[in-house]
């Protein structure tokens, strides 16, 4: 297992399994595409497991997109790539920690992201 970057949790993390596709942008021609599933989510950030590495890096800037359920609207959130944690499990061989650096939709996606933090 290779662990690569800063972990530091200042906010509790529920686990949540929610569907998640998105981007690592490392600089104009420096875009990853993904798809993958929360593990866990926090008030600030959010650990994201993806199938393969894809030239993620920490540091990196990130857009996503979170699909909470099948008839409302994603979620949509920007952050920094903080952490890349690879594993021996074939279905999910990386995560990511993410920490949020902004929200689309303003207040009310931020309320809708509290919500799922209180769904356990």
């Not at 030239?55 to 800037?61: A, E, H, T, Y």
Request: aromatic share 6%; proline share 3%.
């Amino acid at each position: 297992m290779a662990f690569i970057g800063k972990e530091s949790r200042s906010h509790k993390r529920v686990r949540q399994a929610f569907s998640v596709e998105g981007r690592c942008v490392g600089g104009l021609n420096d875009i990853h595409p993904f798809h993958g599933q929360t593990r866990d989510i926090s008030l600030r950030g959010l650990c994201i497991k993806v199938g393969h590495t894809n030239g993620f890096r920490v540091g990196q800037n990130i857009e996503i997109s979170i699909k909470l359920l099948l008839n409302e609207p994603h979620i949509e959130a920007v952050g920094n790539v903080c952490w890349l944690n690879t594993s021996h499990n074939p279905e999910w061989p990386v995560k990511m920690g993410i920490e949020l650096t902004g929200m689309g939709g303003g207040m009310r996606q931020y309320e809708r992201w509290i919500e799922m933090l209180s769904r356990r």
